[in-house]
């Protein structure tokens, strides 16, 4: 049983810094997509940054030059590391996994992601204040 479980969420000032963690036990293989969604207050979930199979790493405009996606694959760990924070990244932040072929990072309003994400976790609130 593959679980997810996010954690770093808090509150923090505009242009501070927070390393979000997503703890992933179940997985056996290393031919997984990951990928970190967010939900802002009011609006749809998106795409902020994923890992193909291969480590190949796409990031969403928003989020380029100030998040960083990494993985230890010893520690079964997935981070998120977001610099420069703005009130715009407020949201809850999610992390998601897939082990299909077809799975590709997702960085954009999707409201089907679970079609290619079959794994979620429940979830951590950022809130980024001015």
Known sequence: QVRLMESGGRSVQAGGSLRLSCSITGVTSSRY????????PGKQ???VAGMNMDGDIIYAEAAKGRFTISRDGAENNL???MDSLKGDDTGVYFC?????PYCTPI???????ESVYPYWGPGTEVTVSS
């Open 79 to 81: 981070f998120l590391q």
């Open 96 to 100: 998601a996994a897939s082990p299909w």
């Open 33 to 40: 997509c990951f990928n970190w969604f967010r939900r802002p």
């Open 45 to 47: 979930r998106e795409g």
């Open 107 to 113: 960085v954009t309003a999707d409201t089907n992601a």
